[in-house]
C-alpha cells in the first residue's frame, strides 16, 4: 500500500475543432510520461468535455495539473476534487482512456438529464462527487476485467 497518494480530478472544455487523432496523440505522450513520473489516471472524453484523474506523488501532480491548465487544447479547466488517499485508483494505469457521450457519462455519474456537453460540465463543475464516485466505479469495473 502507498502513503500519501495525491488524487486530482479535473473538468475542462476540449478546444472546438479537437480531431480524434489530437487525442490519441495526448494519450500516446501522456502514457510515455506518466509511466516515467510514476502518475496513473484516466481521461474520459464526452462530447467536448475531458474529465481526467491524476494520481501520484504531491509535487508532480501539483506541477502536472499547472501545465495541463495552461494547454491551449481545453478550455475552462475546473478542478473538482483533489484529495490525498492511501491507494490508487488506478494503479496499472499510466493513463486509462474512455470516450462516451455526454448524454452517457452524466447518466453513470448520477446526473440523468443531461443533454449535451455544456450541460455535463456545469454539473461535472457543481457536483464534483457524483464524477469521482463514476470514476473510481469504472476503475473497479476494468480491474474485474
Not at 495552461?70 to 493513463?95: K, Y
Not at 486509462?96 to 455519474?109: D, H, I, N, P, Q
Request: one cysteine or more; aromatic letters at 8%; hydrophobic letters at 40%.
Amino acid at each position: 500500500m502507498e502513503e500519501s497518494i495525491r488524487q486530482l480530478v479535473y473538468v475542462s472544455n476540449a478546444e472546438f475543432g479537437i480531431l480524434p487523432q489530437d487525442i490519441e496523440g495526448i494519450l500516446s505522450l501522456s502514457r510515455k510520461n506518466n509511466a516515467d513520473l510514476e502518475v496513473t489516471g484516466i481521461l474520459v472524453y464526452a462530447d467536448g468535455v475531458f474529465i481526467q484523474v491524476l494520481e501520484g506523488d504531491d509535487k508532480t501532480i501539483v506541477n502536472l495539473y499547472d501545465k495541463i491548465s495552461d494547454d491551449r487544447r481545453h478550455n475552462n479547466v475546473a478542478l473538482i476534487s483533489d484529495q490525498f488517499c492511501n491507494e490508487r485508483t488506478f494503479p496499472g494505469w499510466s493513463m486509462a482512456y474512455l470516450s462516451e457521450s455526454a448524454v452517457r457519462v452524466g447518466k453513470w455519474a448520477g446526473v440523468p438529464g443531461v443533454i449535451n456537453s455544456e450541460e455535463l460540465l456545469e454539473i461535472l463543475i457543481e457536483n464534483g462527487d457524483s464524477i469521482s464516485k463514476y470514476l473510481i466505479n469504472f476503475a473497479e469495473a476494468l480491474e474485474q476485467d
